[in-house]
């Protein structure tokens, strides 16, 4: 059975932080502050696989009470749902996301961050799609206070 599913995140912008989406440090002057590396893009896309598969959310299984998941790249979140999906049989068919932010540039990196993405996930790098927008300037993205991602995934369940 095919089963799809939807993540969305957003994480503040803040100074001190890296900026790392997608699993890729992005030059930026501020990053993104959460208690994991606050990867937007990667928690919008563990969220969607996870729907897919009816196993709640990525706050469920990575709880940030959890002092394992403190700076922790969150390349490990999708290395886990990747074992989930291993463990029930399910095949991962193919992820998109679209990552909302008015600075910095995201598209530039886009092919590294979908390399980086699919190498956790062991699927091609063609079945991860990644797009990027601005919000046009308008609230607290516009105006580079947080970025903010959304996901959906495909998952071939058994
Ligand atoms: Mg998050």
């Not at 095919?2 to 440090?25: A, F, N, S, T």
């Not at 886990?80 to 399910?90: D, Q």
């Not at 991860?128 to 071939?156: C, H, P, Q, W, Y």
Request: one cysteine or more; proline letters at 6%; aromatic letters at 4%.
């Amino acid at each position: 059975m095919q089963c799809c599913g939807i993540g969305y995140d957003v994480h503040p912008l803040v100074e001190g932080r890296k900026c790392i989406l997608g699993g890729v440090e992005i030059p930026h002057p501020r990053g993104l502050e959460g208690h994991s590396d606050a990867d937007v893009l990667i928690h919008a896309i563990a969220d969607a696989i996870l729907g897919a598969i009816g196993e709640g959310d990525i706050g469920k299984h990575f709880p940030n009470s959890d002092a394992r998941w403190k700076d922790a790249p969150s390349r490990v979140f999708l290395e886990e749902i990747r074992r989930m999906l291993g463990a029930r049989g399910a095949r991962l068919i193919n992820v998109d996301a679209t990552v909302i932010a008015e600075a910095p540039k995201v598209l530039p990196h886009a092919p590294a961050m979908r390399a980086h993405i699919a190498g956790a996930l062991g699927i091609d790098a063609s079945r991860v799609n990644l797009k990027a927008t601005t919000n046009e300037g308008m609230g607290f993205i516009g105006r580079e206070e947080g970025i903010a991602a959304f996901a959906t995934a495909s998952v071939d369940v058994p």
